[in-house]
């Protein structure tokens, strides 16, 4: 069978990242709907070990850039393992988790091969050798169906979206080496500097717990890190907050910040301009809480509580850790 | 130094987007047309270094009717000129069509740098900086929050946001970046400017003339739909007391999410 999926497996610490299962199972899936198989290209320095692991997650196939120039992420040597690694598969669908290293190379490989590029998909199948594939814009508030041909595209699947499967146990998959050693790149990381906080990143929390204007100044916003913390959660925020600097931008969720897809989103004080809803809405379950019981964020919550979010959350927060003690 | 930013138009982002009748596309009668806000930080970034830097800032965009008063607004904010592609056939065209627009204009200018906004707010797409990139054999920084050129103008170190921190790069330039919210804080037009811009030049450019042929994509639209996510919308009432109660209940024992 020809592979028909190569999948970019991205790695952190040893270890697969989450998002990256995703794909694989999805890619898995996709190949086997247009009767192929999947290959999946991991680039690094000593991760020739992950294989087996990728094997288990449905690649038939793993082709291994492991090179001392491939240590840090660069998006050149990258673009070159993955342009060799689709010439060697023959694989017409790439696919990777739309993270900050799949949003940057993706469309450089798009680019480099001529394919069409499907940014953030969250939904996908193969009908009749075309990828039929869903994509939000206007950060959500179209969602547009499309069509490409599956011999060439370059698709990003958004995290948390596509579900994840536990490791088959079979055979060690068949590998192949990837030589970037030639690649000179011009653009190179240094240094990676890790956020000072206990908290997930937004972008990849299963949980988060947003912030608003509610909360009445910066000083307050302690009480959304504390439930935060409590829920395993990761910290958002609305634009007015960010735009105020109670908080770093990186945290606002919404339109021009980001579009995310928890299990469960909290907003607490957060009104719900359509700017801010279009980046959360495809949250599986919604709270609100929040003072003014006719604000538009509660048109889109599972579960509203209208009240003084000074009184709820922080019994909020201790309601959780002992529930969780209590496992 | 020879700056070129990529500037494009989009509607507002408190816009209602509702798919169009046919379903194929998004209705936009009546939105409002603004600067893409990730375009605004890379011009007023681009401003910065020519403040720094001694050089020329020109704006390149590609747009339809409307896009000449983005051009007059970023020229009043100091920008020195502007090159457009004004083809409708390329305002909503595919992101490597794009790219290769956005290159052939670049060539003809042969720019140190070129900045962008890390991503559209219509089409979401995150593409055409690093396709550009590509096209124009370049290296590219993305989701760019910090940028420093070196001296000399042969080199920039830039600081890019990943999931949890942010990755600082060395860059030889030429080189394409893509700016994030949090790079710098754009500035206003003050009337000089204004008054300045309206003599400044405004070159508008055909694809012929760029040696583009028309626009292809092998991507088709079946259908534009809007989200439609059925919710509970279960108020809970009660005391605070009875409303953390009660939803901790809910998520423990109906949601399983605790």
Same mark, same amino acid.
């Given at each position: 069978m020809a592979h028909l999926v190569l999948t970019i497996v991205e790695h952190r610490d040893g270890q697969i990242r &989450?998002?990256?299962? =995703?794909?694989?199972?999805l890619g898995k899936r996709l190949? @086997? =709907?247009?009767?192929g198989t999947q290959a999946a290209l991991i680039v690094g320095k000593g991760i020739s070990n992950l294989a087996a692991d990728i094997g288990a997650r449905g690649a038939a196939l793993v082709a291994i850039a492991d090179h001392d120039i491939a240590t840090q992420y660069s998006t050149e040597v990258y673009a070159t393992a993955v342009q060799r690694a689709a010439e060697k598969t023959g694989a017409g669908l790439i696919l990777e988790s739309a993270t900050a290293q799949g949003k940057d190379l993706a469309p450089r490989i798009a680019a480099r091969l001529n394919a069409p590029y499907l940014t953030d998909i969250v939904d996908a199948r193969v009908e009749n050798g075309n990828l039929v594939a869903v994509r939000p814009e206007y950060a959500g508030k179209a969602l547009l169906k499309v069509s490409v041909p599956i011999t060439k595209v370059v698709v990003t699947t958004r995290p948390n979206v596509f579900p994840a499967e536990t490791p088959q146990t079979q055979a060690a998959?068949? #590998? #192949?080496? /990837? !030589?970037?050693?030639? %690649? /000179?790149?011009? @653009?190179? %990381?240094v240094k990676f500097v890790g956020a000072? &906080? =206990?908290t997930v990143d937004v972008a990849e929390a299963?949980? /988060?717990v947003s912030g608003g204007r509610g909360l009445k100044g910066p000083e307050n916003f302690p009480l959304v890190f504390e439930l935060a913390k409590a829920l395993g959660a990761g910290v +958002? @925020?609305?634009?007015?907050?960010? !735009?105020a600097g109670w908080i770093d931008h990186d945290h606002q969720v919404g339109q021009t910040g980001k579009t995310v897809s928890p299990t469960l989103y909290v907003a607490c004080g957060i009104s719900g301009a359509i700017q801010h809803l279009a980046g959360m809405r495809t949250s599986k379950c919604i709270v609100a809480i929040n003072k003014d019981a006719d604000a538009p964020i509660f048109k889109i919550a599972d579960y509203g509580l209208a009240g003084d979010l000074f009184e709820i959350l922080p019994r909020l927060t201790e309601a959780v850790k002992k529930a969780k003690g209590a496992h | 130094m020879k700056i070129a930013v990529c500037l494009k138009q989009v509607p507002a982002t408190d816009s209602r987007i509702k798919p169009s009748s046919d379903s194929h596309g998004v209705d936009l009668a009546g939105v409002e047309w603004v600067v893409n806000p990730y375009d605004e930080f890379a011009l007023e970034e681009a401003l910065r270094l020519k403040e720094k830097y001694p050089g020329e800032v020109v704006v390149l965009s590609i747009g339809g009717d409307k896009v000449e008063e983005a051009m007059r607004s970023a020229l009043a904010l100091g920008a020195d000129r502007a090159i457009v592609l004004k083809d409708p056939a390329f305002v909503n065209a595919d992101p490597?069509? *794009?790219a290769d627009a956005l290159a052939a204009m670049a060539k003809k200018e042969s720019p140190d740098l070129i900045l962008c906004g890390k991503q559209g707010v219509d089409h979401d797409r995150m593409a055409v900086p690093a396709m550009l990139a590509e096209k124009l054999d370049w290296p590219q920084a993305t989701v760019v929050v910090k940028l420093? *050129? !070196?001296? !000399? +103008?042969k080199s920039a170190h830039a600081e890019r946001e990943v999931e949890g921190g942010h990755e600082e790069l060395e860059i030889t330039l030429p080189a394409v970046i893509a700016a994030q919210k949090g790079l710098n804080e754009p500035r206003y037009a003050n009337l000089k400017g204004i008054m300045a811009a309206k003599k400044k030049p405004v070159t508008v450019v055909t694809a012929a003339e760029l040696g583009l042929l028309p626009p292809s994509t092998a991507v088709q639209i079946l259908e534009v739909g809007q989200p439609s996510q059925a919710r509970k919308n279960r108020m809970i009432a009660g005391d605070p007391a009875q409303q953390v109660e009660e939803l901790v209940r809910i998520l423990r024992t109906e949601e399983k999410l605790l």
């Open positions: &989450k998002s990256s299962l =995703e794909a694989l199972a190949a @086997a =709907e247009g009767g998959p068949e #590998t #192949t080496s /990837i !030589d970037v050693s030639d %690649v /000179i790149p011009r @653009a190179r %990381v000072s &906080k =206990e299963e949980i /988060i +958002g @925020a609305s634009r007015a907050v960010v !735009d | 490597l069509v *794009i420093e *050129i !070196d001296a !000399d +103008g």
